[in-house]
């Protein structure tokens, strides 16, 4: 496999508190790759230690074969790697069009371009130009979290980075989000999802890893691996998931 971004012995700290010990993941073009693990297994940590968020070695994160590790998260998204962040950090105050438009226009002064528009986008998630006037705030979490991928998105990633898209929303809104990967796939974009949900990140994915304290413990191609694996992996030995 060819790594479009890969990250090798990655250690990222709080200060004094060490979250990761010597992450290995590697993420191909076009390819989806999901990162489950328990709360605290650090997999937040890890997007935000390749978003440049946090302090880390140069070499430790690599993307399209050049070392971006430590790189400010500005400059990260100009390489081409976008996040939708926990809890999805709109701009309240400001309506869906206008949220999106921050993107459409950032996008522009990074000189990146790409398939995404704002009309590509309303076909993705039509809600969006539905409710193009509103404030964001008045949206439901589910078509928030739809107009944070789009933002996402209009940022013309290669790599698109997504931490816990589904929590707290209904299975219809769930599936529904889900059913964007493969589009946003098509458009040649590899996608990283942490998840909680184990039976959606295997169902959703090519290949799962999953982090226990700082280190993978499992990685594996998501339609051939075994609960028991997975369970083992999650919990450390000798526990199986439901
Ligand atoms: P969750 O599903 O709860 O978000 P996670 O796998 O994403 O879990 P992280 O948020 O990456 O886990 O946290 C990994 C470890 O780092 C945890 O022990 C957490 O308490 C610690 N941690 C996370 N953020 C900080 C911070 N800002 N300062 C100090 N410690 C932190």
Redesign the pocket.
């Known amino acids: 496999m060819t790594a479009l971004l890969s990250t090798h012995g990655l250690v990222a700290r709080?200060?004094d508190?060490q979250?990761?010990y010597g992450v290995d993941v590697e993420v191909a073009a076009g390819e989806a790759v999901a990162?489950i693990?328990?709360?605290?297994?650090?997999?937040?940590?890890?997007?935000?230690a390749v978003m440049g968020l946090l302090r880390v070695e140069p070499d430790m994160v690599r993307f399209d074969g050049r070392p971006i590790g430590g790189t400010p998260a500005d400059r990260v998204v100009r390489e081409g790697i976008a996040i939708v962040p926990?809890g999805r950090r709109l701009f309240t105050g400001m309506s869906v069009e206008d949220n999106l438009r921050v993107a459409v226009d950032q996008a522009a002064r990074m000189g990146r371009s790409g398939g995404w528009t704002m009309a590509r986008l309303h076909q993705l998630f039509p809600i969006l130009k539905e409710k193009a006037r509103v404030p964001v705030q008045s949206l439901s979490g589910g078509q928030q979290q739809m107009v944070a991928i789009g933002r996402a998105l209009l940022c013309q990633p290669r790599v698109l980075l997504c931490?816990?898209i589904s929590l707290g929303l209904a299975p219809k809104v769930i599936r529904e989000i889900y059913a964007a990967l493969p589009e946003i796939r098509a458009q040649g974009a590899a996608v990283v999802v942490?998840e909680?949900d184990v039976g959606l990140a295997r169902s959703a994915t090519d290949r799962l890893y999953c982090?226990l304290?700082?280190r993978v413990t499992l990685a594996a191609r998501s339609a051939d691996v075994t609960r028991e694996q997975i369970g083992a992996a999650y919990f450390g030995a000798g526990h199986a998931v439901a």
Do not use: C, I
Not at 37 to 48: E, H, P, Q, V, Y
């Open positions: 709080y200060g508190f979250a990761l990162l693990g328990a709360n605290g297994a650090g997999k937040s940590t890890f997007l935000r926990e931490d816990e942490v909680q982090m304290e700082g």
